[in-house]
């Protein structure tokens, strides 16, 4: 498995930016998945998950309200739209496939990850 996660750059503090992760095979449109992100001298963070068929979510408080995530199943592709983006959404964003069908907030929930893409967001 293979994902590729993009979208990322600069942007000013209440912009907006979409995320996009596509796997290159076929073999997560019956696993969750999920965002995590990774600010400088900090761990690795849920942010957001979806389950398989894109009917459920679950979002980290922190981005309650301004993040959402959804899926392409015929695009094998799953995105992360972000509005109203605070300095502190400043990270490395990466997505990844959950071991299961449902969402997931733990990293050990997950099994691929991809390389990750940067986001900042000047104030």
């Known amino acids: 498995v293979q994902l590729q996660a993009s979208g990322g750059g600069l942007v000013q503090a209440g912009g907006s930016r979409r995320l996009s992760c596509a796997n290159s095979r076929r073999t997560s449109s019956n696993n969750g998945m999920g965002w995590f992100r990774r600010a400088p001298g900090k761990e690795r963070e849920f942010v957001a998950s979806i389950n398989w068929g894109g009917s459920s979510t679950t979002y980290a408080d922190s981005v309650k309200g301004r993040f959402t995530i959804s899926r392409d199943n015929a695009k094998n592709t799953v995105y992360l739209q972000m509005n109203d983006l605070k300095p502190e959404d400043t990270a490395v964003y990466y997505c990844?496939?959950?071991?299961?069908?449902?969402?997931?907030?733990?990293?050990?929930?997950?099994?691929?990850w991809g390389q990750g893409t940067q986001v900042t967001v000047s104030s």
């Open positions: 990844a496939v959950a071991l299961g069908s449902g969402t997931a907030t733990m990293t050990g929930n997950y099994r691929y």
